[in-house]
Structures are given as C-alpha cells and as structure tokens.
C-alpha cells in the first residue's frame, strides 16, 4: 500500500463557501469553545500540546486564498503560537492582505480559548480539536496519567479529517421544497461601539433541563428554543408582531451520515412562529408548535436535500465560469436574501470526555459572533452552559430567558463580559 502525500491545497466544503464574502468586523464568522479546567492553565505546556496536536490536525495549518473562481485552503509553513487572551471575543481571524492561520488559541487563568474562522471547520469539527488540545495538555500536566489507557473515541485518519462530506452525499436527486419563508421580526437598537460583542452566559443543571422538558413531552432543544421565542416575544409591539419570529437551527449532519470530517458539514433549518396578536400565548401553547417544526425537518431525507441545496452551488456549471468577484457580489445579496430570520439558536450538544480526564475539566462553553441575537448550547457532565451574543446594548431578551427558567425553580449561575456599569 503506498503512503498518499497530504494535498497542499483544498477546495472549500459547500458550507464554507458562503463566509469569505459575507465576513464583517461586525460579524467575523468567527466562533469560540472555551474549556475551563480546575487548576490555572501552564502556558508553556499549552503550547507544546498545542504543537503535539497539530501533528493530527494537519489541515489546521491552512491558509484562506483566492482563486479566479474560488476561495481555497492552501497549506501552510505556520505555527500556532499559544498567547494570553487580549483580543476581543471572536475577533476576525481572516485577512486578506496577510497570511495568517484561521484559528487562535489562547488561556485566561484556568480557561482554554479556541477560536476558529467557520471556513476551516464547524462545531463539531473544532470541538475534536479542543478535545485532542485537552488531552494532550492534560497528559503533560499529569504525568500519573496513563495515555495507553485513555481512550478518545475518535481515531479519524488525516484524510477523514480532511474530507469533504458534502461532496460525498451529493446525490443530485432530492432536492428541498422552495418553500417560500415570510420576512421574520429583526431585532434592532443601540449596538455596542467598536464592533464589540456582548456576551451573557447562564450555567444550570443538565439533568434540570431534560426533565422540564420530558414535563411537556420534548426534547431540550425544542424547549429552549421555545423560551427562546417566548423571550423574543415579550419585548415585541402590537404592530411587531404581525411578523413572524423566525429561529434558524443548524444540525450536525453527521447525526444522519456517516462522517469522521473534522470541517464543515452540517445543515440549518427554520423554525417560524407567528405571535397571537389577539391574546399572548403561553410556553405551553408555543411548545407543540416548535416541536412539529422539529419532527418535520429532522429527517433523514430532509438532511439529504439540504446537502443537495448546499452543493449544487458548486455543480451549477454557469456559476463555475464566473468569476470570483463577481461570485463574491452575487453570495452577499444571495445572503442577505435569505437572512429573513430573526435569530439562531444552535445547540452543540453533550460534549463526552473519556472518565480519567473528567475530574480535572470543570465546564464547557461555546459561542459565536453575530449582528443578531444568538444562544449557542452545550452540557458536559450536569452542568449546561446557554451562552447569549449580542451586538445591543440593551439585554432584555436574555433578561427574560433567564426569567422564565427561574420561574421554573431553576437557577442559573450568570456571567457576563458587559464593561460599562451605565449599561
């Protein structure tokens, strides 16, 4: 068997292809996992993890460049460099006049940082990165763990990793509804200065979560993206509501196709939710409604049609000729167009790490930039972390999320980056 060479360049997967030209100060594209562990983090022996996981992760070391026709990922000679946290959260990673990696690592106190441009990889793809970058950190930091004993559950080879899913489900054949979508609510108001993010982040009990919603029959997603709406809607006007709130919600593709991708691959769905202007409806009423969107769209065949919607960008053989620039042009009013909801709520799931490295990791985060309102969500062990971004100033949906779990008898621990006291 002979050994392939790694490619030096990559075509970037159908998902990716939408974030070069729609990338803004006010929206990087740019999403970060945090890992916070329960001693202060040894940034010397971060960086050498960091260099150790590199050697599995190859493709890390990619930069972004432009074609006549296309963006690509072309290999690089470049070293990630571990550095204390100074940069604005979810700073822009890409730019186009410098060589530069498309992701950063840095620590504050006991905190792990991974930022990654979303061209490079999704959540579930950066999260086996981090989860490799802990393991490595933490056999250096504790040398009485046993690496032959620990296993990670994910033995992807460097061209799993690489792969590119999309192109490999692409069947041309079922292709999804043209279901016209309704204009949605946007929220609007005062934003932040300096292209700033704001994020609020509530920590509650897993176990809490799932048994509130096995009360109303759900699941956990379905719920919170039900409070979530629930929020959006008490700060709405009579005349507000005469438009829908519209919840995008991405999903792992790999869920429904067998996948070892360490980059994109994953699809996004909509949830619509037209606000009783006669009398306000309860979470009750609004939860059957959420829960038909998602039985609906959660189906295998549903998934295959969006990876034909999202590859058949890249098969229009009139689009293949034109130009990058004009590409470029054409994807930022394609997006615009399509950006008709009012916010995202994704939710990353149960992040699992072996039993021998759990006592020494204390909680998980995970958020993203944003010109909307967004909740990103994910649990390790009992504890869930729901993170709120925001480019406004004012909070007063997340104010009411947090309200109504705690009508719930839930607590929830806050925390917050908000730097102006007036605010």
């Given at each position: 068997?002979?050994?392939?060479?790694?490619?030096?360049?990559?075509?970037?997967?159908?998902?990716?292809?939408?974030?070069?030209?729609?990338?803004?100060?006010?929206?990087?594209?740019?999403?970060?996992f945090?890992?916070?562990?329960?001693?202060e983090i040894?940034?010397?022996?971060?960086?050498?993890?960091?260099?150790?996981?590199?050697l599995?992760?190859?493709?890390?070391?990619?930069?972004?460049?432009?074609?006549?026709?296309?963006?690509?990922?072309d290999?690089?000679h470049?070293?990630?460099?571990?550095?204390q946290?100074?940069?604005?959260?979810?700073?822009p990673?890409?730019?186009?006049n410098?060589?530069t990696?498309?992701?950063?690592?840095?620590y504050f106190?006991k905190?792990?940082?991974?930022?990654v441009?979303?061209?490079?990889s999704?959540?579930?793809g950066?999260?086996?990165?981090l989860?490799?970058?802990?393991?490595q950190?933490?056999?250096?930091?504790?040398?009485?763990l046993?690496?032959?004993?620990?296993?990670?559950?994910?033995?992807?080879s460097?061209?799993e990793?690489?792969?590119?899913s999309?192109?490999?489900?692409?069947?041309?054949?079922g292709?999804?509804k043209?279901?016209?979508?309704?204009?949605?609510?946007?929220?609007?108001?005062?934003?932040?200065?300096?292209y700033?993010?704001?994020?609020?982040?509530?920590?509650?009990?897993?176990?809490?979560?799932?048994?509130?919603?096995?009360?109303?029959?759900?699941?956990?997603?379905?719920?919170?993206?039900?409070?979530?709406?629930?929020a959006?809607?008490?700060?709405?006007?009579i005349?507000?509501?005469?438009?829908?709130?519209?919840?995008?919600?991405?999903?792992?593709l790999?869920?429904?196709?067998s996948s070892?991708?360490?980059?994109?691959?994953?699809?996004?769905f909509?949830?619509?939710?037209?606000?009783?202007?006669?009398?306000?409806?309860?979470l009750e009423?609004?939860?059957?409604?959420?829960?038909?969107?998602?039985?609906?769209?959660?189906k295998k065949?549903?998934?295959?049609?969006?990876?034909?919607?999202?590859?058949?960008?890249?098969?229009?053989?009139?689009?293949?000729i034109?130009?990058?620039f004009?590409?470029n042009?054409i994807?930022?009013?394609?997006?615009?167009?399509?950006?008709r909801?009012?916010?995202?709520?994704s939710?990353?799931?149960?992040?699992?790490l072996p039993?021998?490295?759990?006592?020494?990791?204390n909680?998980f985060?995970?958020?993203?930039?944003?010109?909307?309102?967004?909740?990103?969500?994910?649990?390790?062990?009992?504890?869930?972390?729901?993170?709120?971004?925001?480019?406004?100033l004012?909070?007063?949906?997340e104010?009411?999320f947090?309200?109504?779990?705690?009508?719930?008898?839930?607590?929830?621990?806050?925390?917050?980056?908000i730097w102006d006291?007036?605010?």
């Open positions: 068997m002979t050994n392939k060479r790694i490619p030096e360049w990559l075509k970037l997967d159908n998902a990716a292809k939408i974030f070069p030209p729609t990338s803004t100060k006010r929206d990087s594209k740019v999403f970060r945090s890992c916070e562990l329960k001693e040894d940034p010397k022996l971060l960086q050498k993890a960091l260099d150790k996981n590199m599995t992760f190859p493709f890390y070391r990619s930069v972004l460049k432009r074609g006549l026709f296309w963006y690509y990922l290999y690089s470049l070293l990630p460099t571990v550095h946290e100074k940069e604005p959260i979810c700073s990673l890409y730019n186009k410098k060589k990696l498309l992701f950063r690592v840095t106190k905190r792990i940082n991974l930022e441009y979303h061209v490079l999704d959540g579930t950066a999260l086996q990165f989860k490799g970058l802990i393991y950190y933490l056999l250096l930091k504790y040398p009485s046993q690496e032959e004993n620990i296993n990670m559950d994910y033995d992807a460097q061209y990793k690489m792969d590119d999309f192109q490999k489900y692409y069947d041309n054949k292709k999804r043209h279901t016209k979508i309704p204009k949605g609510f946007i929220i609007t108001g005062k934003k932040h200065k300096e700033q993010l704001q994020v609020i982040e509530g920590t509650v009990q897993t176990s809490a979560i799932i048994s509130l919603a096995h009360q109303y029959h759900t699941t956990a997603t379905v719920l919170l993206t039900a409070i979530f709406i629930k959006i809607e008490l700060e709405m006007t005349r507000e509501k005469r438009k829908p709130i519209i919840i995008a919600i991405p999903v792992n790999r869920n429904y196709f070892q991708s360490a980059r994109n691959f994953f699809g996004v909509n949830v619509i939710y037209f606000p009783n202007i006669k009398q306000e409806n309860s009423d609004i939860i059957p409604m959420i829960d038909q969107y998602f039985k609906t769209e959660l065949e549903e998934m295959a049609a969006i990876i034909n919607s999202y590859t058949s960008l890249e098969e229009n053989p009139l689009l293949r034109v130009p990058l004009l590409k042009f994807l930022k009013i394609a997006s615009k167009i399509s950006e909801n009012t916010s995202t709520l939710n990353v799931g149960k992040i699992n039993q021998e490295l759990q006592e020494y990791v909680q985060n995970v958020f993203m930039s944003t010109n909307k309102i967004q909740v990103c969500v994910c649990s390790y062990l009992d504890k869930m972390t729901l993170s709120f971004t925001s480019p406004f004012n909070t007063n949906i104010k009411n947090f309200r109504i779990l705690s009508s719930f008898q839930m607590e929830a621990e806050i925390t917050t980056n006291k007036e605010e």
